[in-house]
Each structure stands twice: as structure tokens, then as C-alpha cells.
């Protein structure tokens, strides 16, 4: 059996400016999806990242 490794991913601390009714948004969204605004931001970002139409 392969040994279990902890890894803490590299991430880097932005600022990021939208506007308040988006943010609301995202908060009511991540809040249902029982995940942390950060989180979510992330996971939509590579969604759409991966879904771009002329990717490369």
C-alpha cells in the first residue's frame, strides 16, 4: 500500500473587484453548495477556463 502524502496546494492571495450584486450571487450559491466563496470562485474559474471556446 502506497504511503498517504499531505500536500498543501500552492495558492496565491489576489484582490479581486466585482460588483456587489455578483458577489451576492456567488455568496448564496457557494452557501447552498455548502462550500466557501473561495472555493467555489475556483472551481468556476477552471470550469470555464476548460470550456473556452479557441482555447490555446
Known sequence: MSKFVIRKPEKEV??????????QIVDTKAQEADVSRNELINQMIIYSLSNMEGKG
Open 14 to 23: 489576489i484582490s479581486l473587484r466585482i460588483p456587489a450584486d455578483l458577489l
